[in-house]
């Protein structure tokens, strides 16, 4: 009976946490660290023309981008979110060459707190393995202000844009998943 409520227990467990799909780990000087994930699709609000509905989608694709806890500029808050990126992301189902494109956006949870997110549709089945691109835009200079300490230091940029490409990236698991209620 004992082993029963632990597997009972550990199902339960495992059903209420938010499962997610690591794609990569980066880090990009001077300290940034990107985490991209697949996610369980959600509920993002506003919904509509801005965020799919969670019915209309397949995975929730994210960018948590946080800056490292050492090597990090001087003053940086260790973990904290780094504003202003432009990322996007392109989904190629390799299977029928198929693809989609999304500018992943701020959003806010209880889990990981400020990342960069989409709910998206993947273009074709959900068993098939995809190549995922991820491209990491640093802010405009009419987006983010550099202090001379900064530009002493780093120059007139909080990074250099970047592109990372997984491939064989198996969403199945994700896509069939759901959030508890």
Sequence with gaps: ????????TILWATNSVALELVIGEERLEPGLVFIFEGAIKDHVQPSGSLHLKESDTHVHIEARANWDIKNIPKGTPGGGFIP??????????QKTGLSTFIDVVPHINLVDNFHYARNITLPGSIDDNYTVTFNIIPPAHT??????DWLNTYGKNLSTEQSYTYKDVDFSEIARATRTK
């Design 143 to 148: 987006e983010l202000a550099i202090h001379r």
């Design 1 to 8: 009976m004992k082993k029963i409520l632990t597997l009972i």
């Design 84 to 93: 202003y990126l432009h990322i996007t992301a392109r989904v190629i189902n």
